[in-house]
């Protein structure tokens, strides 16, 4: 029973084309997360949404852009892809955002190439 | 603007040593610091500290926070071949600000 998945889990593909990734989480959380971690391994956040709601949305160029159609999905869609995009992309989910703040599960990440 | 940092970058030692990761970090309305452990793929969640001086323990490893001076430790004992990682360390507000890490080998 995997917790939070991802898919695909590779993707390589041209400069210029469109691409999605997906990710789904089982655990019941409210919130979810999509983070860009480049090749010297710094993970940086990108997206969050809570129950459907985007609540975080970072200085990232809008060919990137999340959908969540419910509170257990959170989809990532990149058009006119660049080089720079070359990445390892991770979704994550918590049970929540505020309060303390909480632990979050890490998908097991897309590395996707654009050549 | 908030920032998490870490260091040493990377370390390298031998099975058996002891190990200490620092954490720094400025945060406006600091909540809390989790610590996560990253192999091949996805880092897994460590500790969560929100109170200063209490430390967390988790077998070999334990961790704590200083409030005051802005920073958290993470120490692992008696190192094994299987603590070889990257360790991260993450703090914010309603979002997470990662330090860019501290690469751990430890060698047989």
């Known amino acids: 029973d995997t917790a939070v998945s991802q898919t695909p889990k590779y993707l390589v593909t041209q400069m210029g084309n469109d691409k999605s990734i997906k990710c789904e989480q089982n655990l019941g959380h409210d919130t979810m997360y999509w983070y860009k971690q480049d090749s010297k391994k710094f993970l940086k956040i990108m997206f969050s949404y809570n129950n459907k709601e985007l609540i975080i949305n970072e200085t990232v160029p809008n060919r990137f852009s999340p959908k969540s159609p419910d509170k257990a999905h959170l989809n990532l869609h990149i058009n006119s892809l660049e080089l720079g995009d070359s990445a390892v992309y991770f979704c994550a989910s918590s049970q929540d955002f505020r309060g303390l703040g909480y632990e979050q599960y890490f998908g097991p990440g897309t590395r996707l190439t654009v050549t | 603007e908030d920032k998490v940092v870490q260091s040493p970058l990377s370390l390298v030692v031998h099975e058996g040593d002891t190990v200490t990761l620092n954490c720094s970090y400025e945060?406006?309305?600091?909540?809390?610091l989790l610590w996560y452990k990253q192999e091949k793929k996805a880092p897994t969640f460590l500790f969560m500290l929100t109170s200063s001086g209490i430390e967390k323990k988790s077998g070999r490893l334990s961790s704590i926070l200083d409030k005051k001076e802005l920073f958290s430790i993470l120490n692992i004992t008696a190192t094994q071949t299987g603590d070889s990682a990257v360790y991260l360390c993450?703090?914010?507000?309603?979002?997470?600000?990662f330090g860019t890490g501290t690469r751990l080998k430890v060698l047989a």
């Open positions: 945060v406006t309305n600091f909540r809390s």
């Open positions: 993450t703090s914010g507000t309603y979002k997470y600000i």
